[in-house]
């Protein structure tokens, strides 16, 4: 009959041996798999990841790789525009990129000005603001928006009022305002003929889709939320500035005839290391206990053995979710946790399950924003994301797929959305599959969590892998070293058993995860 996961006969001396012949003493055992079938409800990250994404390392600091695409995400804003319809440089500086206002009369069909384009994420590696971090300024160090080409078409978002704005206005935006966008072409690329900014693209822009015909004036972004940097991600996202006033790239338009067009470098790599940790826990025990026969429990070893299998279980899974990269003094080596990683870098956002909606809980409609942000499909999938849940988040969230008190209301045109629409087993982990209109939420209780300001831990797993160390043909992933200690070895007459683990914890693509708390 085959071994439990919890059981050790396998493991265990059979005979009495001589010390000239230790047997299975000292042996090391590959325990990894089975290790990760141990109470998979009370380490779910642990199960899920070592089954979906083990990936061996040669090196206890690996590297991988970040890969974004940056056609996906073509945008920058255009911070300053200069209406002369001149050439660019010619007579130009970048102070004359001062206004924020276009007349009417440069906005017709065909009509010419000049913009300055500027971005917050950087060019090397693609690397994007995040919902909830401090992110990358405008126009700072290395975001220059390298993408722009002759003949390509750009939407740009405006804001559109009767007449000019007073004297002054340019630092704030008056109210009175409706939203519209222009459609131009980059008719020619250039830079001012003095002080250019060298984080900027400037531009001479073709109107090909003007505003409403009788408006009088179009604003184009606050010229003062932007100012070149000084305002981050978390101004514009709290002042709704992100995404409205994105300037996309949405195609591109040539003449017949035309030449093949420019093009540009896509560097959409970036370079991350991690590290492996090493996990150990033993098991103690005299010789005179192993012999000895109890109540309950007989074989005393067998009990001790199957609580410190799961021991050990339970030190990667909280690690793997609460510990911080580093390399301390005496150069060990401390993995990456999943919660560190995504505040520092990832999604966060609040959520409030206390109090009331409407006196600042937190309503079904406030997550399903929170979702519509989170699973962007440039970026994230549902398919993918495993959420895991504090106990009274898993409840919260099984509420909220029912009809929670004075939080739906009913029309003609109802459609609830959000729901619990079943379970699943997963590796022998239990999942509640709830419906949301941006996909299937993968949900599953993580105790660890309780005692944790974090409520839910998104994971995208296809940028998650668990990487125990493997080179040279010695496997460090977890293993039990029978016998390291014992009378047939030492002389001391007690047996000591290891159980070891040399694994760390790969994570990237931070805009992928995220965390409500």
């Known amino acids: 009959m085959a071994d439990s996961p919890l059981t050790l006969s396998t493991h265990a001396q059979t005979q009495v041996e001589s010390s000239f012949n230790t047997g299975d003493l000292r042996r090391r055992y590959d325990f990894s798999d089975r290790v990760s079938e141990l109470s998979p409800d009370q380490t779910p990250f642990f199960r899920v990841l070592s089954k979906t994404a083990k990936k061996a390392t040669t090196d ?11 056609w996906h995400k073509r945008y920058a804003y255009c911070t300053a525009i200069d209406h002369d319809g001149t050439a660019i ?7 004359d990129y001062n206004k924020v206002e276009l007349e009417s009369d440069k906005l017709q069909l065909d009509d010419i000005f000049l913009a300055k384009f500027e971005t917050d994420y950087l060019s090397a590696g693609n690397v994007q603001n995040v919902l909830g971090q401090t992110g990358t300024a405008v126009g700072a160090s290395g975001t220059k928006p390298i993408f ?10 405006v804001r559109v009022f ?9 630092d704030t935006v008056p109210s009175g305002y409706t939203e519209d966008y222009l459609m131009v072409k980059i008719a020619a690329l250039g830079v001012p003929a003095a002080s250019p900014d060298a984080q900027a693209i400037y531009a001479k822009c073709q109107v090909i889709r003007p505003i409403a015909a009788g408006s009088n004036v179009a604003w184009t972004l606050p010229g003062a939320q932007y100012n070149h940097g000084a305002t981050n991600f978390d101004a514009m996202v709290t002042t709704g500035l992100a995404e409205a006033d994105k300037c996309y790239v949405v195609g591109s338009a040539h003449a017949e005839g035309s030449s093949f067009p420019s093009t540009y470098k896509d560097t959409p790599y970036k370079d991350v290391v991690g590290f492996t940790q090493i996990w150990k826990t033993t098991c103690q025990m005299t010789n005179t206990a192993r012999a000895t026969e109890l109540k309950l429990a007989q074989d005393e070893w067998a009990r001790v053995w199957k609580n410190k299998l799961i021991e050990h279980k339970y030190d990667i899974e909280t690690d793997l979710l609460f510990s911080s990269k580093q390399k301390d003094s005496a150069g060990v080596r401390y993995t990456a946790g999943i919660v560190d990683y995504i505040l520092t870098s990832g999604n966060v956002f609040s959520i409030n399950i206390t109090d009331a909606v409407g006196s600042g809980g937190t309503s079904s409609d406030d997550f399903l924003d929170n979702m519509s942000d989170f699973m962007d499909p440039r970026y994230n999938s549902s398919n993918a994301t495993m959420f895991m849940c504090d106990t009274a988040t898993y409840n919260w969230l099984h509420k909220l797929g029912g009809f929670q008190k004075n939080d739906v209301s009913i029309s003609d045109q109802f459609r609830f959305d959000f729901a619990v629409t079943g379970k699943k087993q997963l590796f022998g982990l239990p999942v509640t599959q709830i419906t949301t209109p941006y996909g299937d939420m993968n949900v599953v209780r993580n105790i660890h969590l309780d005692a944790s300001p974090v409520k839910i831990v998104a994971v995208n797993m296809k940028h998650a892998a668990y990487r125990p160390l493997v080179g040279n043909g010695v496997n460090r992933d977890t293993s039990i070293y029978v016998g390291v200690q014992s009378l047939e070895n030492t002389g001391v007459d007690r047996r000591i058993d290891l159980i070891q683990t040399e694994a760390g914890l790969e994570i990237v693509m931070p805009e992928a995860h995220a965390i409500w708390k």
């Open 89 to 95: 440089g010619s007579g130009d500086n970048d102070s």
């Open 148 to 157: 722009f080409l002759e003949n390509q078409i750009v939407k740009i978002p």
């Open 60 to 70: 206890p600091e690996f590297k991988t790789l970040e890969q974004r695409s940056m």
């Open 162 to 170: 009767a007449a000019n704005p007073a004297s002054g206005a340019n």
